[in-house]
């Protein structure tokens, strides 16, 4: 009764001490309180009471990969982020630190937010929207960091760009509140859609 299918879950995957895969960081923290809570060997993430945001573990800073998040329920912001220290009660494009600069998308409004160059801590939105996340709705992302580019797709279609942010150690990253849930899927288990042409899932034989 093992399930070798893709997404976070499931009983099968590929990473082994020879090609590991990135998760998102357990070490990492909002200021003096955790950043949620991290189950499924890392890959599922539970935001704790107010806001929490987590980051992989890998950089997308020299190459082009892809990695997908499935959306359970409530306030979410998928994308990247960059630094340490963050503060408390922090998400994606927002650090009361202003340390951890982002971008990202919401997925319960489909709001984009954070600034082209460098990222934003403001929580500035874009003007941009995509079309809303519903539950175990596939969002995906495909980085190209030395290029600018970061592609989001809902369900494999393609629904916004980020362009013209600059060359940093980037990191997948997820932000959440009040308890609210995303599985992300790094590979390391099959991705259920397929990646772009030159994208790869995030794992140490790619970097």
Known sequence: ?????AGTGNDSVVDTPTNNYCVLNGVETNGTESAGTLTQGGLEFTADNNYAMCPGTFSLKNGKYYWEVTYQAGYQIYGIMRGTNTGENSYVSYDTNGNCPGLGIQCNNGQAYGATGDGDTDGGPEGTTINTLTTNDIMAFASDIPNGTLKVYKNNTLE?????????????AVSGYAGSVCQVNFGSNGFTHTPPTGYVALCTSNL
């Open 160 to 172: 916004h760009t980020f362009t013209g942010f600059n060359s940093h150690d980037w990191f997948p």
């Open 1 to 5: 009764n093992f399930s070798v299918a």
